[in-house]
């Protein structure tokens, strides 16, 4: 069974930084799209910043590009978004997904599927 963990969420002071891992088991990230994806309260969930395994491309949302990196650990089966001068705007709930797909990295951010992990709480105070 293909599962997915975030932790790394907490609560930071605009300006802060936090790194969100996302820990994949029953699978490794060999070919795979991943992705993370911001839902604030009453919002839609968006793709925040994905990853094609297969050829490495990266996206990210204008909102986050040049604070976030999104990078992977294939020997610990782990996904990262490092988030760097946090804004009160990138309060939500974080969460991590995972597909088998031939998906580029902003393809998946757009249309995402496969596994998700259970989310992880970012809040960003003023």
């Known amino acids: 069974e293909e599962q997915l963990v975030e932790s790394g969420g907490g609560y930071v002071q605009a300006g802060g930084s936090l790194r969100l891992s996302c820990a994949a088991s029953g699978f490794t990230f060999d070919g795979y799209a991943i992705g993370w994806f911001r839902q604030a309260r009453g919002k839609e969930r968006d793709g925040i910043s994905c990853i094609s395994t297969r050829d490495n491309s990266t996206y990210y949302a204008d909102s986050v590009k040049g604070r976030f990196t999104i990078s992977t650990n294939n020997a610990k089966n782990t996904v990262y978004l490092q988030m760097n001068s946090l804004k009160p705007e990138d309060t939500g709930v974080y969460y991590c997904?995972?597909?088998?797909?031939?998906?580029?990295?902003?393809?998946?951010?757009?249309?995402?599927?496969?596994?998700w992990g259970q989310g992880t709480q970012v809040t960003v105070s003023s």
């Open positions: 997904a995972a597909d088998r797909t031939y998906y580029t990295g902003d393809y998946y951010c757009m249309w995402p599927r496969g596994s």
